[in-house]
């Protein structure tokens, strides 16, 4: 019986995949559950298993080919003695390949052409909210902001989707106006390299860090503040604690759950703080859902604890521990990277002092912390000014300043401060 292998969905918000790489080729044996390929979406690469034992008879999509979820990628043939190995073979690549239509913009007697140049989209216009992905194919196509605009988007409130964007490309009724044409200009700058100079291309994982970089650094007006906060309070409870907390739970105490939970309580206090910006809209959300950025192989994850206000600092602690586990073996929902609503960067535990982290779209505020050192501060004690050697971190907020002014920030980093610094830690565990 022929079993047909298919793009999986792999969250809700999940349309498409990208081949990554096969693990088997054709005429391979693969026995049920055993990885078959691997697969990079929006959100997260993933490992896929095979859905049965057999034998590999056909693979139908190549690394880097973006296939729609559902459409067929493999074939296996679970009866693999049924199976001529000397008539299987691939399909022919020029039923694989589509040619994407040359675009040809008339401006005065000059043909451009799509694949060589783009037309540039300013990220200042006012119009339509464009998701990194719309926005990339638009460049890609030659597209204007001002010809997106005539699209008819079938998104939440009227969005454009990527969809969208490839029915209009392929109904071939394009309509520009010379006008709204920006011609991109050429670089001044030449680059030179070495000629043994190794180059390479970025994979999947990198490729969606820096479309998500570009596109929060062309949406959000950034600033950060920091504010140095005494944890010496919270070290010396971790300390007391961690060989018993880890005995119980299975894995160590750490500081960043203290961190979390003060978040969520000044979110509370503040919700502009956990807010969207839509078009001219501001969204404040019902609950406090915290993004971490999570080191992994090759890049970073922002998998979210949700409603972080309706737990106590254990139940953060075993969610904080999972996501983190999940993201570094490859196990994590990609519903689980999507849904923050404010963002918490540890850069300190690479050894950072500080750090000015960018926005996670769509949230308008991101807390960096720093590392915990030991420094000798002015603390004053029954009204006499001494030094004392103390556990000293940076905090560094960055926030939306669309929403948030700076007095509004400066409030937000001090009651995180004072929140810290006087932890109550009665009943915590």
Same mark, same amino acid.
């Given at each position: 019986?022929?079993?047909?292998?298919?793009?999986? &969905?792999?969250?809700?918000?999940?349309?498409?995949?990208?081949?990554?790489?096969?693990?088997?080729?054709?005429?391979?044996?693969?026995? #049920?559950?055993?990885?078959?390929?691997?697969?990079?979406?929006?959100?997260?690469?993933?490992?896929?298993?095979?859905?049965?034992? *057999?034998?590999?008879?056909? !693979?139908?999509?190549?690394?880097?080919?973006?296939?729609?979820?559902?459409?067929?990628?493999?074939?296996?043939?679970?009866?693999?003695?049924?199976?001529?190995?000397?008539?299987?073979?691939?399909?022919?690549?020029?039923?694989?390949?589509?040619?994407?239509?040359?675009?040809?913009?008339?401006?005065?007697?000059? #043909?451009?052409?799509?694949?060589? &140049?783009?037309?540039? !989209?300013?990220?200042?216009?006012?119009?339509?909210?464009?998701?990194?992905?719309?926005?990339?194919?638009?460049?890609?196509?030659?597209?204007?902001?001002?010809?997106?605009?005539?699209?008819?988007?079938?998104? $939440?409130?009227?969005?454009?989707?990527?969809?969208?964007?490839? *029915?209009?490309?392929?109904?071939? =009724?394009?309509?520009?106006?010379?006008?709204?044409? #920006?011609?991109? &200009?050429?670089?001044?700058?030449?680059?030179?390299?070495?000629?043994?100079?190794?180059?390479?291309?970025?994979?999947?994982?990198?490729?969606?860090?820096?479309?998500?970089?570009?596109?929060?650094?062309?949406?959000?007006?950034?600033?950060?503040?920091?504010?140095?906060?005494?944890?010496?309070?919270?070290?010396?409870?971790?300390?007391?604690?961690?060989?018993?907390?880890?005995?119980?739970?299975?894995?160590?105490?750490?500081?960043?759950?203290?961190?979390?939970?003060?978040?969520? $309580?000044?979110?509370?206090?503040?919700?502009?703080?956990?807010?969207?910006?839509?078009?001219?809209?501001?969204?404040?959300?019902?609950? !406090?859902?915290? *993004?971490?950025?999570?080191?992994?192989?090759?890049?970073?994850?922002?998998?979210?604890?949700?409603?972080?206000?309706?737990?106590?600092?254990?139940?953060?602690?075993?969610?904080?521990?999972?996501?983190?586990? $999940?993201?570094?073996?490859?196990?994590?929902?990609?519903?689980?990277? #999507?849904?923050?609503?404010?963002?918490?960067?540890?850069?300190?535990?690479?050894?950072?002092?500080?750090?000015?982290?960018?926005?996670?779209?769509?949230?308008? *505020?991101?807390?960096?912390?720093?590392?915990?050192?030991?420094?000798?501060?002015?603390?004053? $004690?029954?009204?006499?000014?001494?030094?004392? !050697?103390?556990?000293?971190?940076?905090?560094?907020?960055?926030?939306?300043?669309?929403?948030?002014?700076?007095?509004?920030?400066?409030?937000?980093?001090?009651?995180?401060?004072?929140?810290?610094? =006087?932890?109550?830690?009665?009943?915590?565990?």
């Amino acid at each position: 019986m022929i079993i047909d292998v298919v793009m999986p &969905k792999m969250g809700e918000s999940i349309t498409e995949g990208t081949i990554l790489e096969w693990y088997k080729k054709i005429g391979d044996e693969i026995e #049920q559950d055993e990885t078959l390929l691997e697969i990079g979406t929006d959100k997260v690469d993933s490992e896929i298993p095979s859905p049965s034992s *057999g034998v590999i008879t056909m !693979i139908m999509a190549e690394p880097n080919d973006v296939v729609d979820v559902g459409e067929v990628i493999a074939r296996i043939e679970t009866d693999s003695k049924s199976v001529n190995l000397e008539k299987i073979s691939k399909l022919p690549a020029d039923e694989k390949l589509i040619e994407k239509p040359e675009v040809v913009v008339k401006e005065k007697d000059i #043909q451009i052409k799509s694949k060589k &140049k783009s037309l540039s !989209i300013s990220s200042s216009t006012k119009g339509p909210i464009l998701s990194p992905a719309v926005t990339k194919l638009a460049n890609q196509e030659g597209i204007s902001f001002s010809e997106l605009v005539l699209i008819n988007g079938t998104g $939440k409130s009227g969005r454009i989707t990527k969809k969208d964007l490839e *029915g209009y490309l392929s109904s071939g =009724n394009r309509s520009i106006d010379e006008s709204s044409i #920006q011609l991109p &200009k050429e670089s001044s700058l030449s680059f030179e390299f070495a000629s043994n100079s190794k180059t390479d291309k970025l994979d999947n994982m990198r490729k969606r860090i820096s479309d998500h970089m570009r596109y929060s650094l062309n949406t959000s007006a950034h600033v950060h503040i920091m504010n140095e906060v005494d944890m010496t309070d919270i070290v010396d409870f971790v300390k007391r604690e961690d060989a018993s907390f880890r005995s119980k739970e299975g894995f160590n105490l750490t500081i960043t759950p203290f961190i979390i939970s003060s978040l969520a $309580k000044v979110l509370n206090e503040m919700p502009e703080l956990n807010s969207s910006i839509d078009g001219d809209l501001v969204i404040q959300h019902p609950q !406090i859902n915290m *993004g971490i950025a999570v080191s992994v192989d090759g890049g970073l994850m922002v998998p979210s604890i949700n409603n972080c206000d309706e737990k106590n600092l254990l139940g953060i602690c075993r969610d904080l521990n999972d996501i983190v586990q $999940k993201c570094r073996i490859k196990a994590i929902n990609p519903d689980d990277l #999507q849904g923050s609503t404010f963002t918490l960067s540890n850069f300190g535990v690479f050894g950072a002092t500080i750090g000015t982290p960018i926005i996670n779209q769509p949230n308008v *505020g991101i807390l960096g912390t720093g590392v915990i050192k030991k420094q000798p501060v002015v603390i004053e $004690k029954n009204e006499l000014d001494i030094i004392a !050697i103390r556990h000293m971190m940076m905090l560094s907020l960055g926030f939306d300043h669309r929403l948030i002014d700076g007095s509004g920030g400066a409030l937000f980093l001090s009651k995180i401060k004072n929140i810290l610094e =006087n932890f109550n830690f009665e009943n915590i565990l």
